[in-house]
């Protein structure tokens, strides 16, 4: 515990971080990355075909994402830095430390995005004719390659968090930042991308655009894009899989909390209903139901949001796979921790001798080190929350499993301290949950 941190309590830290980060994913991929392919596809269109009215909308779109990716985008990219600063701070110190240049590079191409964006819809009206429009649509291939950067740039980063791969033993940036799954992963969020854009615009073109012929136009493109799309995200995700660890492709189906055969089965009904979308939008670009479109945007969204929720549980124990577990300690350090004690090296402890007089306060400092990253002691998901867990566990039903924990449940790291800090902490979890602290000799005087 080399940095304070903070804990939503009721709430739970993870739950803040994966709410920022689910808003912030659908914005980034879907608006900023694939709403701007299709958009300047779309300009491309109506330049090629003389289309005036594919053009205006193709301009009301960039205004859209214009006001949309300068604030939610960047309030939401802002909020992931902070929440996960203050709730994970020794793992974004770490990532930090590995990728400062890669952060700095993402950080000038996001400000050469924002300009971008801005000169095109800005001159858009000024230069539509002849050269002046070719010029125009080039802008936004550019806009279109600059926002891809961003997410080469960042998808670097959170693929080595998952396959840190050489880096683990030679701390070389490029063995962090090409890692086994930068590949696939890179190409998956591509194409995932813009069938995310296709799903979110496509709603709102069946709803607000009343020309049919235009709409025809417009699904004309998005099925263009859709059918490169769709196959390129499975066959790039089926690589993604291939690529990762064995251990977290076994938690896969356990990170969504469902069970096996509810998850195959959702999953393969969203699928085959995005597939049956796409064909319709293809072959009968002027009738596609309007609630097909409402029940592909919100399927489209969930999926993200289960992506990104996977996508961060199936790393556990580890929050750096193989280097750093969830709650900030390095696997490094456990044989020092648990000859020496935890507490010695917590920077930020209050507590770092045990007495019979702080034990409870000393217990205290263990789990704010050690579990609060994940763990509440109460809170709405009952998964997290300790009070629900241990109900009526004595001290020493703890000081037993806790110790055997990450055995038991794979997504745990396992407690590293001596025996008076394991004992402490069961001490507080009891005093916090049961009310008092209870041992097995004062149960059975009950």
């Not at 739970?12 to 991929?29: D, K, Q």
């Not at 090629?48 to 301009?59: Q, S, V």
């Not at 086994?180 to 799903?199: C, D, E, N, Q, V």
């Not at 709803?207 to 196959?231: M, N, T």
Request: include cysteine; aromatic fraction near 14%.
């Amino acid at each position: 515990m080399n940095f304070p941190s903070i804990d939503f309590s009721w709430f739970g830290n993870g739950s803040v971080i994966a709410l920022i980060a689910i808003i912030h994913v659908v914005i980034s991929h879907g608006v900023a990355i694939g709403t701007i392919a299709l958009m300047v596809t779309m300009e491309y269109r109506a330049h090629r075909t003389k289309n005036l009215a594919l053009d205006a909308l193709a301009k009301k779109i960039a205004k859209w994402v214009l006001i949309i990716t300068t604030t939610m985008g960047a309030m939401t990219g802002v909020g992931i830095w902070f929440s996960t600063t203050v709730i994970q701070p020794d793992s974004i110190g770490a990532l930090l430390r590995i990728f400062f240049w890669a952060w700095v590079a993402e950080w000038i191409v996001f400000i050469t995005e924002v300009v971008l964006l801005i000169l095109y819809y800005y001159t858009w009206d000024k230069w539509q004719d002849g050269r002046a429009k070719a010029r125009h649509i080039k802008l936004g291939i550019v806009l279109a390659f600059a926002s891809w950067m961003t997410m080469a740039i960042i998808t670097g980063v959170l693929a080595a968090k998952l396959t840190p791969g050489l880096w683990v033993e030679t701390h070389a940036f490029w063995n962090a930042f090409i890692n086994p799954t930068y590949l696939p992963s890179l190409g998956f969020r591509m194409f995932l991308a813009i069938l995310l854009a296709i799903a979110l615009l496509s709603f709102f073109i069946r709803w607000r655009v009343k020309d049919v012929a235009l709409r025809q136009e417009v699904f004309h493109v998005f099925g263009l894009w859709g059918a490169i799309s769709l196959p390129a995200v499975f066959v790039l995700g089926l690589w993604y899989l291939w690529s990762i660890p064995t251990d977290a492709y076994d938690m896969i189906v356990w990170s969504t909390g469902m069970p096996e055969n509810v998850f195959k089965t959702l999953n393969g009904i969203a699928f085959a209903i995005l597939i049956i979308y796409l064909i319709w939008m293809i072959v009968k670009p002027k009738a596609v139901p309007w609630i097909l479109s409402l029940i592909v945007m919100g399927s489209s969204v969930a999926f993200i949001g289960e992506f990104e929720v996977v996508r961060e549980s199936i790393r556990k124990p580890f929050i750096i796979y193989d280097y750093m577990y969830a709650n900030g300690l390095l696997e490094e350090n456990r044989e020092k921790y648990d000859e020496e004690g935890f507490l010695k090296h917590a920077t930020w402890a209050k507590e770092r001798e045990i007495t019979e007089d702080n034990v409870v306060d000393a217990g205290r400092e263990v789990f704010i080190g050690q579990c609060i990253t994940c763990h509440t002691v109460d809170g709405w998901r009952s998964k997290r929350s300790l009070t629900n867990r241990m109900d009526g566990w004595t001290e020493d039903d703890m000081t037993s499993f806790i110790p055997t924990m990450h055995n038991v449940r794979v997504a745990m790291p396992p407690f590293m301290g001596t025996d008076e800090e394991l004992e402490a902490l069961a001490a507080y979890l009891s005093t916090e949950i049961n009310g008092k602290r209870t041992n097995k000799k004062e149960v059975s005087q009950q």
